[in-house]
Structures are given as structure tokens and as C-alpha cells.
């Protein structure tokens, strides 16, 4: 069994929730191998790495975990495999109204930069989902306090998903590690 965990923009599996679920998996999972491929600002090369790092996995013993741009890519993934997601704040559309992104952005946990053009930003739509077909496939966990994603365009969009939405919180998702149990339980629920 696998889960690969997909980061969010200018994040890396250096970030908490990778470290989180990592160590978590290690301990209480390790028949479940943990993957965390390093994903790029650029949508291609992201892509291109999501792929590397799927190339070879039984997709029907894969879940993909993954927040914020990380979910934006998994809804993808999900779309194209036979397995489940778990998506935390994920962004939605991220090719619409994201003019914040360009210009040089930093990498929250390498230092890295890359300067981010508006191509860039509209190079993401290749990878958008233009519906769900498989709403039980993926379970949302959302906090309306997330200052960087409106959490209300995730619940319209995954409409007929399994959705949780907690009050607070922020972006990174408060209290994430509590989930985890309840994530495996719902990737081996009838599988």
C-alpha cells in the first residue's frame, strides 16, 4: 500500500502535515509506504514529477493526500486512476484569480525562488478537473478559517463528496494529525 502525499505552492515535503504524516505512518502504518515527491511552482514540471513518482504503483492500493495546489493536483490524479484522495483546502480553478502568484515567489522551506508568469498561471487549467465522476472517491477536510482559499468554492465544486468543514482553523489546516486515523479508514473502506 501507498500514499503519496503532494505538497502545496511554494511548499515542499519538508512542510508539517509531510513530516506529520510521515512520522505518523512510521509508527502507527508502516506497511504503508510514504511518498512525497518535491513538486515545482511550474504546473508542467510538477506534473511531470506526480507522474515520476506514480510511475510503477498499483493505483488501486495508492491514496493520494494532498493540500492546497497539492489537492488541486490530486482531484487530477484521482481523475485519471483508480484510487482515492484526500484533499486538505485544496485550491480550486487555481488559474482564476490567482494574480498574487506572479512575480518572484519564495519557497517556504528551501529559500528557492522562481518567478511566476502569468503562462504559468494559465498553464494550471490543462490539469482542472471539469467535474467530479467519482465523488466517492475524495473526502475534503476544510477550515473556513483559511486565509489564502475561500473554502466555500471547495464545497461547491466537490459537491456530492464526502466534505468534512471545521470552524476556524487557518490554511495549513489546525489540527491535521487527528485525521490521520480516520484518512486510512476511509482509503480501506471498501476497497
Known amino acids: 500500500m501507498n500514499l503519496l502525499y503532494l505538497h502545496g505552492f511554494n511548499s515542499s515535503p519538508a512542510s508539517a502535515k509531510a513530516r506529520l504524516t510521515a512520522a505518523w505512518l ?10 512525497c515527491p518535491s513538486l515545482s511552482p511550474y504546473p508542467q514540471r510538477a506534473a511531470a514529477a ?37 484533499l486538505i483546502n485544496p485550491a480550486v480553478r487555481p488559474w482564476l484569480g490567482r494574480e498574487y502568484l506572479l512575480g518572484e515567489q519564495v519557497n517556504h522551506h528551501t529559500g528557492e525562488t522562481c518567478v511566476i ?7 494550471l487549467a490543462a490539469y482542472g478537473v471539469a467535474a467530479i465522476s467519482r465523488p466517492e472517491r475524495l473526502w475534503l477536510l476544510l477550515q473556513t478559517g483559511d486565509e489564502v482559499l475561500d473554502y466555500r468554492q471547495a464545497v461547491d465544486f466537490y459537491r456530492g ?24 479508514h476511509f482509503w480501506q473502506a471498501q476497497q
Open 26 to 35: 512510521a509508527r502507527e502504518r508502516p506497511d504503508i509506504r510514504f511518498i
Open 117 to 123: 508568469r502569468q503562462g504559468d498561471i494559465d498553464a
Open 161 to 184: 463528496c464526502r466534505i468534512t468543514v471545521e470552524p476556524g482553523g487557518d490554511h495549513g489546516f489546525q489540527g491535521f494529525e487527528r485525521h490521520l486515523p480516520g484518512i486510512i
Open 50 to 86: 506526480i507522474d515520476a513518482a506514480g510511475e510503477g504503483l498499483d493505483w488501486a492500493e495508492t491514496l493520494v493526500l494532498g493540500s492546497s495546489m497539492g489537492g488541486f493536483f490530486a482531484t487530477w490524479v484521482a481523475e485519471r486512476f483508480p484510487c482515492k484522495a484526500v
